[in-house]
């Protein structure tokens, strides 16, 4: 009844905690999976609208990072999920990401870990939620500790976090910087390496700036340091503290965990997650002139994860036959299919006329891809060559899906022709400023402009 006194001149309703605000529960203990259904649930409702199975896994890998990655971001940057709700959202976005049309039987073709790390460390940048919910929570840490003025960051300067191995401090002139107490000189505080002498210190609080001054070091003992073990740590301290010369700047905060000691959320969530991943290279190179699917598909076929004949019977699917339904010659596998197939040979051979670099014969599709990413001297040129090669290696899929299931037969004419106007398309279309010409093109790729 009181309570209802109070909120009615306010035009408010009492209400009982948990409740919630802006989507967020608010009093409810974050810990326990049941208060994070709601994150959840969304994540689901988002799932089952989109109808994977119409998207090709570029499509697929757009929309799981634009929106499924950033979906919880609300939540994320408020509570450090229970690794159990984590684990559900992750198995979410596999399934998604693995549940187009094509993968008739939902198999995750890429270990997860791989796929999520960064695009250079040989994954599809996908990013894992992990990293993203830590990163987003140690953003607080990081404007407590470069803006710790305002009213919240001193309130929560009452609690005792340790953040010290990833926010460390560079001293420089300003004088809140507790000598003894804060880590500023080396990897612990001078109180623990110096036991000793802290227990003499007179001002266990006084300041960096009070103790080294442009006179020298400057001691405030309750008695000097005369035993053997304090005059050993007298001389210890003092040569640690001369390294430091106060300069003219202003204190900073560096984040240990990016490369230039700046906070940012996304490049933090890619280190974690370049972290948890072995580092290996990117597998093949990420250009813009192209499709991301056709990116997607190439990354797929350098890592064997095709849904080929060989493949689907080594995951212990039932097919009458591994032999390549195109030439019915050898085993149906990614390099035969792109490579090796004597069907695909005859469009690589009309290619290799057509831009002139004989060099383009390959049994193993990485070794295209690493030829490709090396050749010539012009980047631009290269960029090119690049379009071409991955363009080709996805149109011969496509003509062999096609073969297997719509009964097209193509002549490796028809798909060079083919091969020859799409790439084009893309290129045009998609690079900035692009002067290519399409009689040109025809004639030799490189010539064009
Ligand atoms: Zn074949």
Known sequence: MEKANFAAPLGCEPAKLPFTYLGVPVGANMNLTKHCRPVIERFRSRLSLWKSKTLSLGGRLTLSKAVLGSLPTFYFSLFVAPASVIKTLEKLRRNFLWGGAEESRKINWVKWQKVLSPKNAGGLGLGSLKALNLALILKWWWRLKVDGTSLWCRALAELDINTDDVF??????????????DRWNGAATLKDSFPELYKLERHK????????????????????????????????????????????????????????????????RSQIDERNESSDEAVIDWIHDIPIKVSCFMWR???????????????????????????????????????????????????????????????????????????????????????????TAWLLWKARCDWIFKKTRSSPAVVADMIKSTVFTWVKHRRTKCTFRWMNWCVNPFKCV
């Open 168 to 181: 460390v401090k560079d001293v420089g002139s300003d004088e809140d910087t507790v000598f003894w107490q």
């Open 205 to 268: 609080k006084c300041k960096v700036s009070d103790q080294i001054t442009t006179d020298g070091l400057v001691w405030n003992w309750k008695s000097s340091p005369t035993s053997p073990d304090e005059r050993s740590q007298l001389e210890a301290i003092i040569a640690r503290a001369e390294v430091h010369h106060p300069l003219s700047r202003r204190d900073k905060w560096i984040c240990n965990l990016s490369h230039d000691g700046t906070f940012q959320v996304r490049s933090l």
């Open 301 to 391: 076929a350098v890592l064997d994860r095709l849904p080929t004949a060989t493949t689907l019977i080594r995951r212990g699917i039932q097919l009458p036959s591994p032999t390549c339904t195109w030439c019915g010659l050898e085993p149906e596998d990614t390099d035969h299919v792109i490579l090796r197939c004597p069907k695909a040979m005859m469009v690589w051979e009309w290619i290799i006329r057509w831009c002139e670099i004989p060099d383009l014969h390959f049994t193993h599709t990485k070794d295209l891809v690493e030829f490709t990413s090396k050749w010539g001297t012009c980047h631009k040129k290269r960029r090119t060559l690049i379009a071409i090669c991955y363009g």
